[in-house]
């Protein structure tokens, strides 16, 4: 079979509609190209339809890293269910879109393929599903200090099968989120998304470093 771990770095913003499929989410900026179709129906292989109008014939992927949307998967969207602060009406809603987000993630991890990586950052999947194989942070991959794309501290988990977890590129001191944030009014320490909290398409980005460490130790 054709080597295609080319076409397995891609994610959907929306898996449960037919949106384009691209590499825009690394941060960076990599080659793009995209994919007209639904993720959720390629993942068994399959004929895709890129942009340009090609089509590409899949019979199995060597290699899937899936990042699935986590808008109701994170922790950060918990508050949500909560009726102090949300009308019932939304929770019912927001909770039918968690479980079809659920749903997603389980067929990347059930989809037919040796060799499988499932990113997300901590939330319900940990509990509903099971523990991660490995969390990271991006400044593990990063340059160091004067890399100030990548020197951030944002806890990524990943679900392993067949691969190996990743080896940190860099194993220096952690960023001093204090030093480089400051602190709320309520003294709690300021983090690198504090900076984007309304720009959830920076914050959902795939850090560079860590693209690359999975191209290197997993392609």
Not at 16 to 33: A, D, E, I, L, Q
Request: charge should be positive; charged fraction near 25%; aromatic fraction near 10%.
């Amino acid at each position: 079979m054709r080597n295609h771990r080319q076409y397995a770095r891609h994610s959907a913003k929306k898996a449960t509609k037919p949106t384009p499929v691209t590499s825009k989410n690394v941060r960076g900026g990599v080659p793009k190209w995209h994919i007209l179709m639904d993720a959720r129906a390629v993942l068994n292989g399959g004929v895709m339809r890129l942009q340009t109008g090609e089509k590409i014939q899949i019979d199995r992927w060597d290699l899937i890293i899936a990042h699935p949307p986590c808008t109701y998967l994170s922790n950060v969207a918990t508050r949500q269910h909560s009726v102090k602060m949300t009308p019932l009406n939304w929770i019912n809603a927001r909770t039918l879109n968690r479980i079809d987000g659920m749903r997603f993630f389980m067929d990347c991890v059930n989809a037919d393929c040796d060799r499988i990586a499932i990113e997300n950052p901590v939330g319900v999947m940990n509990t509903c599903y099971r523990k991660p194989d490995q969390c990271i942070d991006p400044y593990m991959f990063s340059y160091g200090p004067e890399d100030k794309n990548d020197f951030v501290t944002k806890k990524t988990c990943f679900w392993l099968k067949g691969l190996q977890p990743l080896v940190p590129t860099y194993t220096g001191e952690k960023p001093n989120n204090r030093e480089l944030y400051g602190v709320h009014p309520s003294g709690k320490v300021k983090v690198w998304e504090d900076q984007y909290s309304r720009d959830g398409g920076i914050r959902s980005k795939t850090f560079a470093g860590i693209a690359r460490a999975m191209a290197e130790q997993w392609g």
